[in-house]
T-cell receptor, first 112, second 115 residues
Framework: GESVGLHLPTLSVQEGDNSIINCAYSNSASDYFIWYKQESGKGPQFIIDIRSNMDKRQGQRVTVLLNKTVKHLSLQIAATQPGDSAVYFC???????????FGGGTRLMVKP | DGGITQSPKYLFRKEGQNVTLSCEQNLNHDAMYWYRQDPGQGLRLIYYSQIVNDFQKGDIAEGYSVSREKKESFPLTVTSAQKNPTAFYLCASALYPLEVGTEAFFGQGTRLTVV
């Protein structure tokens, strides 16, 4: 079936380095994508979003890149900090009714 | 303060009992969503609603029911037909349609345990 998935379940980076978290999607009809951060026992927290008519969008220390040709989404975190340690999910909006579906998640671990 | 509130934070249910999880938002959002999250897993969509008195099944609706009688409220009932209900349940709301800059907000979740 159509789904949103992630390449790496766990990503370990050194504090201060840049992090790149990847996501593959298979539904070419999806037109809106969101990255969320979830800390243990809490609800997901919005990070950044992008529409399908955009290739790149930047926020504070974060950048989302969308490659529609290969159906690939990535989240780049600059100068990764210990507080960035969490599970990151990508989500896609599909269907006429704004159905929002999530991928399996990547755990980011930041080493001091 | 504006936001989305789930209650209770922890809930225990005996086998065979129905239980209702509360989700309230004062953000004037049209769309609301219920997700289930199992340990170490992603979020799976149970039900979603775009507007009052209307809702659609998500990927894992069996054993669950919802209502949307008011814009600000979207309660989820976990029925006895749900064979493995122990999980973390998350509610979200968003403006409709979802657009850049109109993010979906999540509540802090309800952890349901069957005892």
């Amino acid at each position: 079936g159509e789904s949103v998935g992630l390449h790496l379940p766990t990503l370990s980076v050194q504090e201060g380095d840049n992090s790149i978290i990847n996501c593959a999607y298979s539904n070419s009809a999806s037109d809106y994508f969101i990255w969320y951060k979830q800390e243990s026992g809490k609800g997901p927290q919005f990070i950044i979003d992008i529409r399908s008519n955009m290739d790149k969008r930047q926020g504070q220390r974060v950048t989302v890149l969308l490659n529609k040709t290969v159906k690939h989404l990535s989240l780049q975190i600059a100068a990764t900090q210990p507080g960035d340690s969490a599970v990151y999910f990508c989500a896609e909006s599909r269907g006429a009714g704004n159905m929002l579906t999530f991928g399996g998640g990547t755990r980011l671990m930041v080493k001091p | 303060d504006g936001g989305i509130t789930q209650s209770p934070k922890y809930l225990f249910r005996k086998e065979g009992q129905n239980v209702t999880l509360s989700c309230e938002q004062n953000l004037n959002h049209d769309a609301m969503y219920w997700y289930r999250q199992d340990p170490g897993q992603g979020l799976r969509l149970i039900y979603y609603s775009q507007i009052v008195n209307d809702f659609q099944k998500g990927d894992i609706a069996e054993g669950y029911s919802v209502s949307r009688e008011k814009k600000e409220s979207f309660p989820l009932t976990v029925t006895s037909a749900q064979k493995n209900p122990t999980a973390f349940y998350l509610c979200a709301s968003a403006l409709y349609p979802l657009e850049v800059g109109t993010e979906a907000f999540f509540g802090q979740g309800t952890r349901l345990t069957v005892v």
